[in-house]
C-alpha cells in the first residue's frame, strides 16, 4: 500500500489555486500505523500519537475557525478497494480555505505535525465545497 501522509507539491499548488474565500469541508480518511514512527525514538502506538497530535493541533483548529462536523469509525468498504481500511473518518469544516491553509502555516501547527507523520501509515484528505442539502442523491 502506498503511504500518503503530507501532500505533494502539485497537490498543494491545485489546493492553493481553488477559490480561498468560500467555506470548505476536508474529509479525512486516516489508517495508523502500529507503532509511531517519531524520529526521538519514543514509544507510542500509531493512535496514540494521532491523539497526540489532535490535542496539540486543537488550539490552533479552533483558533482559524474550524470545527469537526462529523466523526465516524469505518465499520466496512461497501465499495471500492478492499485493502484500503480505515481507523478513522471524520470532516473538518473551515470558514474559508485561507482559514485551513493559515492553520497548515502557522509555525505552532509545523512544530507539531510531527505526531501526525509519525502515526500515519497512509491516508486521504479531500477537499469538498458546500452544496444544498435534500432528499435526493442528486
Given at each position: 500500500?502506498?503511504?500518503?501522509?503530507?501532500?505533494?507539491?502539485?497537490?498543494?499548488?491545485?489546493?492553493?489555486?481553488?477559490?480561498?474565500?468560500?467555506?470548505?469541508?476536508?474529509?479525512?480518511?486516516?489508517?495508523?500505523?502500529?507503532?509511531?514512527n517519531?524520529?526521538?525514538?519514543?514509544?507510542?502506538?500509531?493512535?496514540?500519537?494521532?491523539?497526540?497530535?489532535?490535542?496539540?493541533?486543537?488550539?490552533?483548529?479552533?483558533?482559524?475557525?474550524?470545527?469537526?462536523?462529523?466523526?465516524?469509525?469505518?465499520?466496512?468498504?461497501?465499495?471500492?478497494?478492499?485493502?484500503?481500511?480505515?481507523?478513522?473518518?471524520?470532516?473538518?469544516?473551515y470558514?474559508?480555505?485561507?482559514?485551513?491553509?493559515?492553520?497548515?502555516?502557522?509555525?505552532?501547527?509545523?512544530?507539531?505535525?510531527?505526531?501526525?507523520?509519525?502515526?500515519?501509515?497512509?491516508?486521504?484528505?479531500?477537499?469538498?465545497?458546500?452544496?444544498?442539502?435534500?432528499?435526493?442523491?442528486?
Open positions: 500500500m502506498t503511504s500518503y501522509i503530507d501532500p505533494s507539491s502539485e497537490q498543494f499548488l491545485a489546493f492553493k489555486q481553488l477559490p480561498r474565500d468560500t467555506p470548505i469541508m476536508m474529509l479525512n480518511l486516516v489508517l495508523f500505523k502500529q507503532s509511531a517519531y524520529k526521538d525514538q519514543r514509544t507510542a502506538t500509531g493512535a496514540e500519537a494521532y491523539r497526540a497530535y489532535g490535542e496539540a493541533s486543537a488550539p490552533i483548529f479552533s483558533k482559524v475557525g474550524g470545527e469537526i462536523i462529523w466523526r465516524g469509525n469505518p465499520e466496512c468498504v461497501l465499495i471500492g478497494p478492499q485493502n484500503e481500511q480505515w481507523d478513522t473518518a471524520f470532516i473538518a469544516r470558514p474559508t480555505a485561507n482559514a485551513f491553509l493559515e492553520m497548515v502555516m502557522d509555525p505552532d501547527y509545523q512544530a507539531i505535525v510531527y505526531h501526525r507523520q509519525a502515526a500515519v501509515e497512509t491516508s486521504r484528505l479531500i477537499r469538498l465545497g458546500e452544496q444544498g442539502g435534500g432528499s435526493s442523491f442528486s
